[in-house]
């Protein structure tokens, strides 16, 4: 790590054992890479911490094109489900529980489908839409 003075969002040492091992290496062949993956990581959070735009980031951390893509790349390759997941299989075993939950909760305010009234009814057309054949659909000439 570099000699700039930490942000309140970054890795500990311990963090930094727990997730190094669960991002992507580097890939073989073309150029190395530059920027250390620790200070990658610390500046995403720092963003996401602060709510900042990728352009604000500090000058002290990576820069923020290199920063975005990592986050970009990371996220579309599914890393950081990975990271999660693998985080909290840990956690919940240290707990001494399952690796995986085994049970869900749906909050009831969220699923109001029945409320909407019924089929023919103002209420239901406005909140649906009106459907239209596919022959109502077609120009004609």
């Not at 299989?89 to 399952?98: L, N």
């Amino acid at each position: 790590m570099n000699t700039r003075k930490p942000y309140p969002t970054d890795l500990s040492d311990e963090q930094w054992q727990l997730i190094q091992p669960l991002l992507p290496p580097a890939k073989p062949g073309g150029r190395p890479r530059r920027v250390n993956p620790r200070e990658i990581i610390n500046a995403i959070f720092y963003h996401l911490r602060a709510g900042c735009v990728w352009r604000l980031l500090p000058h002290d951390l990576p820069p923020w094109g290199t920063v975005h893509y990592y986050h970009r790349k990371w996220r579309m390759e599914g890393v950081w489900q990975s990271v999660h997941d693998a985080l909290r299989e840990q956690v919940r075993t240290q707990a001494g529980k399952e690796t995986t939950p085994s049970a869900a909760i749906l909050d009831s305010q969220s699923v109001k489908t029945a409320e909407k009234g019924g089929t023919g009814t103002k209420t239901a057309w406005a909140m649906t839409g009106e459907s239209r054949s596919k022959a109502a659909s077609v120009i004609s000439g």
